[in-house]
């Protein structure tokens, strides 16, 4: 059967995972059984694109037994409502965004569905639990903040010049140049602050990534295949032996 969605391959991942008994699991955690590489990015940047191609990139060099890298991005929030048995009409508050604590705090009251902080938690808790299974690509959702103190991660942030940006939200979204400006403004701002707000840090801070790329300057292709080969040498324990002289720590 051939799976082609996102959120398809997502399931099929969490389904693979059901089947390893649980000490085999732990097993694989405490020895960091895959590599788990979270990407943080400007909107427009191309981490939809270039996430897909680092998947089928690294999946070249797998070991054997290792199950297939799978994207976690909007596929993500999915699984959270999954995992919780939270209603659907929630995906709406689990947008990259800034939420009022106190709205937060009064929704949870009055209507008895959990507040943002609590799906925040939520979130919080499997991105981790995936990132610690490994074999994992995290798209967004502060997983970088998340996972800072695993062994078994690599941190990305992808950026591009705004022109760069304004056409590929033209080209997924079939946008105005006007609107996709608008659009690319908004998500900005909200992701810098759904960083500031919930982890407190600062989504731009250079120093939080291993690897920073300009998806301006570079292709999609080449850019998935510098993160792969930097990943690769960094866990080189986790894939089949490089090519390349030098050894990333």
């Not at 059967?1 to 649980?22: D, F, N, V, W």
């Not at 020895?31 to 400007?42: D, F, L, N, V």
């Not at 999946?59 to 919780?84: C, G, M, S």
Request: proline residues 5%.
């Amino acid at each position: 059967m051939l799976i082609t969605g996102p959120l398809e391959k997502a399931k099929l991942y969490i389904e693979s995972q059901k089947k390893i008994p649980e000490d085999s699991v732990r097993k694989r955690q405490e020895k960091s059984g895959g590599a788990c590489i979270t990407i943080s990015r400007q909107a427009g940047a191309g981490a939809d694109k270039i996430s897909s191609l680092l998947a089928e990139y690294l999946h070249q060099y797998q070991l054997p037994e290792a199950p297939q890298y799978t994207v976690f991005d909007k596929n993500l929030i999915e699984k959270v409502l999954d995992d919780y048995n939270l209603p659907s009409t929630l995906l709406q508050l689990m947008e990259e965004k800034k939420y009022s604590p106190v709205a937060s705090i009064a929704n949870e009251f009055f209507s008895g569905s959990p507040g943002i902080w609590n799906l925040v938690h939520k979130t919080s808790n499997t991105i981790y639990q995936l990132a610690q299974l490994g074999n994992v690509i995290i798209v967004g959702r502060g997983s970088n903040f998340i996972t800072a103190k695993l062994k078994n991660v690599f941190h990305v942030r992808l950026v591009a010049p705004i022109e760069n940006r304004i056409k590929h939200i033209q080209d997924i979204f079939n946008l105005e140049k006007k609107e996709a400006e608008y659009y690319l403004k908004r998500e900005d701002i909200d992701r810098r602050n759904y960083a500031k707000t919930y982890f407190s840090k600062d989504i731009e801070d250079p120093t939080l990534y291993h690897l920073v790329i300009n998806t301006g300057k570079t292709s999609y292709e080449t850019s998935a295949e510098l993160m792969g080969d930097a990943v690769r040498k960094k866990f080189p324990n986790l894939f089949s032996p490089p090519k390349e002289i030098f050894n990333l720590q």
